[in-house]
């Protein structure tokens, strides 16, 4: 091998140390980039010529390629309603319009919000891919964009359910009169009802006490938020009667009439009032629910089943991706769950800018799935995924570069050496 060879291979020395440094200063400059995944140079020696015994000569070395580090990194807690990370293999999968071109990107960064139009997306605007569900939680569908916006549609009220007292030492007060309600019963209560465009009603239940156990109740609304109704009179949408046994239990529980009108929705509202587990009506102890005991009439308990319209306020996701929504009404809803994207192998993804990859036709095709089967990892809410980057081990590595970069050098300068003392032979 000629002196001159020694310039040429330590040449190559030089630039593939010099490349593999880059490599290292960029995993060292993404320490604390979220989603980031480190990576490593590989080296390839280079073959020259064949000696006379047939043995190949070093000419050499080049950087062969650059290696990705998939493993886990370090998860750092966000408290974001929307920020995500995967504990474990796979990636969250994009679609939309990057630097002008469409196309489908993978990313372990989980930073995400919701754009103008309700869809989740990343910081570029890429929308994130999962699958729609049905009110069950099943899943609906082929895995498409996260649309998380707009409202929960009112729920009519269909029943009311009471747990009160009735004191068993009220005197008659009959008979019931609908114009003056509260001077002839002996007690009242009032439950808002919600008509089917979601509207509140108050409805004021009055209790009349016709002895011996026996009891009749009266529901009253507003007439003017009735058709047909005068602002200010109540008018009855509900009544029916309540018996109780001797120990105070209820007995019978029954509706005469429910039918309500309310101005603008659904008419012929019905309302099943239910006052508890009747023993006669419904085969109960008569205890569990409403009683007539010798003490105060109260109420302890008033629930219906009705609810407004609600506006999305917050979501809860779970480790298998499912994404619920937290409603203005109180109401929670399934709405998507998180496509996690698995590759044969994900070593040969094209690396795109900020934390995103393509598929290659090395990686193999995309396989999409529910978090935590197949492999795939689970998902974290209120939590991102930092860097994988061991910033000890990479400063370590670039020493090494360093120094061999030097040897590198050495060679050069040491074959410059031998160069000028041929170039003296002369004198």
């Known amino acids: ?63 062969g390629g650059v290696t990705q580090e998939f493993g886990q990194g370090t998860f750092i807690h966000s408290g974001g309603s929307l920020d995500f990370a995967i504990s474990g293999e796979g990636f969250f999968a994009l679609e939309g319009e990057l630097d002008g071109v469409d196309g489908e990107y993978y990313t372990r960064d989980g930073r995400f919000t919701l754009d103008t139009e309700g869809f989740l997306v990343n910081q570029h605007g890429l929308r994130v891919q999962g699958y729609g569900l049905a009110d069950d939680g099943s899943i609906e569908g082929a895995s498409g964009d996260i649309s998380l916006g707009g409202t929960v549609p009112p729920i009519p009220t269909s029943s009311v359910d009471f747990g009160l007292n009735l004191n068993a030492s009220e005197a008659t007060a009959g008979p019931f009169d609908p114009l003056d309600p509260g001077a002839t019963s002996n007690f009242s209560t009032s439950v808002t009802i919600h008509d089917s465009l979601g509207a509140a009603h108050r409805v004021d239940v009055y209790f009349v006490a016709n002895g011996a156990g026996a009891w009749e109740w009266h529901a009253m609304a507003d007439g003017g938020e009735l058709t047909g109704g005068t602002q200010g009179v109540p008018t009855e949408i509900a009544d029916g009667n309540l018996t109780f046994t001797t120990d105070g239990a209820l007995d019978t529980e029954v509706v005469n009439a429910s039918s309500a009108d309310f101005l603008g929705a659904t008419g012929g509202q019905a309302v099943a009032f239910d006052f508890g587990d009747a023993i006669t009506t419904d085969g109960g102890t008569g205890l569990t629910g409403s009683t007539q005991y010798a003490s105060n009439s ?6 219906q089943d009705g609810m407004g319209p609600g506006e999305l306020i917050d979501v809860m996701t779970a480790e298998d991706g499912t994404i619920t929504g937290v409603y203005t009404n109180g109401q929670t809803q399934p709405m998507a769950k998180v496509a996690i994207a698995m590759f044969q192998a994900p ?22 799935g529910e978090a935590g089967t197949g492999g795939r990892g689970s998902v974290a809410q209120g939590s991102l995924e930092g860097s994988n980057v061991d910033l000890g081990n990479e400063l370590v ?31």
């Open 347 to 368: 070593g040969s993804l094209f690396r795109a800018s900020d934390q995103l990859w393509s598929a290659t036709r090395s990686s193999g095709q995309v396989v999409m």
């Open 397 to 427: 590595t670039l020493i090494a570069y360093q120094r061999a970069f030097q040897a590198n050098a050495r060679t050069i300068s040491t074959a410059d050496e031998m160069l000028s003392e041929i170039a003296n032979l002369k004198r």
């Open 1 to 63: 091998m000629s002196v001159w060879s020694s310039l040429y291979i330590g040449s190559s020395g030089l630039s593939a140390h010099s490349k593999a440094i880059n490599v290292v200063g960029d995993n060292i400059a993404n320490v604390s980039t979220v989603g980031y995944k480190s990576s490593s140079a590989r080296f390839n020696d280079v073959l020259g010529r064949r000696t006379l015994s047939g043995q190949s000569l070093g000419a050499g070395v080049e950087m």
């Open 298 to 303: 109260s109420v302890d308990s008033l629930n």
